[in-house]
């Protein structure tokens, strides 16, 4: 059964960095794009970054646009979002998926991690 398991989540303060992993199993990871999305309280889930098979970032939300990088280790099965200058509107439960093609919209994507939350105090 496919896997994916998102870490490093928590509560930081405005303009402190985080980075959030996601590891994956039972599946070939680098035949997957694969993507960070988030769904704050009350509102839809939106995509943050997508990054292609071979680890070339693809896409950035506008509202991340400098803050966020994505990237990939496919020797490790892993996708990471290291996330700088946070800001209180960041606050949001964060997923990794999965997916055949490099798309920004959820449905697109075969397989979902269980999320981690993060919090920006301001």
């Known amino acids: 059964q496919v896997q994916l398991v998102e870490s490093g989540g928590g509560l930081v303060e405005t303009g402190g960095s985080l980075r959030l992993s996601c590891a994956a199993s039972?599946?070939?990871?680098?035949?997957?794009?694969m993507g960070w999305f988030r769904q704050a309280p009350g509102k839809e889930r939106e995509i943050v970054a997508v990054?292609?098979?071979?680890?070339?970032?693809?896409f950035y939300a506008d509202s991340v646009k400098g803050r966020f990088t994505i990237s990939r280790d496919n020797a490790k099965n892993t996708v990471s979002l290291q996330m700088n200058s946070l800001k209180p509107e960041d606050t949001a439960v964060y997923y990794c998926?999965?997916?055949?093609?490099?798309?920004?919209?959820?449905?697109?994507?075969?397989?979902w991690g269980q999320g981690t939350q993060v919090i920006v105090s301001s």
């Open positions: 990054i292609t098979r071979s680890g070339a970032p693809t």
């Open positions: 039972m599946l070939t990871f680098r035949n997957y794009v």
């Open positions: 998926a999965a997916g055949g093609l490099a798309k920004i919209i959820p449905s697109a994507y075969d397989y």
